[in-house]
C-alpha cells in the first residue's frame, strides 16, 4: 500500500529529497505517485511533521 501526504505538509520538501524512485512531485501538498512508490517508508522517516503515512 502506497504512502500518502497529508493536508498538514508544510512543503520543505526533505520527503522528496530522500525518495529513492523519485514518486514525490510538488504540490500543496507534495504528491506521492502509488504506482511509483516502493513504501520503504522513507519519506516518512524524513518529514519534520510526519505528514506522509500509509493509506
Same mark, same amino acid.
Given at each position: 500500500? @502506497?504512502?500518502?501526504? *497529508? =493536508?498538514? &505538509?508544510? /512543503? &520543505? /520538501?526533505?520527503?522528496?529529497?530522500? &525518495?529513492?524512485? =523519485?514518486?514525490? *512531485? $510538488? /504540490? @500543496? +501538498?507534495?504528491?506521492?505517485? @502509488?504506482?511509483?512508490?516502493?513504501?520503504?517508508? @522513507? &519519506? !516518512?522517516?524524513?518529514?519534520?511533521? /510526519? !505528514? +506522509? !503515512?500509509? $493509506?
Amino acid at each position: 500500500m @502506497a504512502y500518502k501526504i *497529508s =493536508d498538514d &505538509c508544510i /512543503g &520543505c /520538501g526533505v520527503c522528496k529529497d530522500n &525518495c529513492p524512485v =523519485d514518486a514525490i *512531485s $510538488e /504540490g @500543496a +501538498p507534495y504528491v506521492i505517485d @502509488a504506482d511509483t512508490c516502493i513504501d520503504c517508508g @522513507a &519519506c !516518512a522517516g524524513n518529514c519534520p511533521i /510526519g !505528514a +506522509p !503515512a500509509q $493509506e
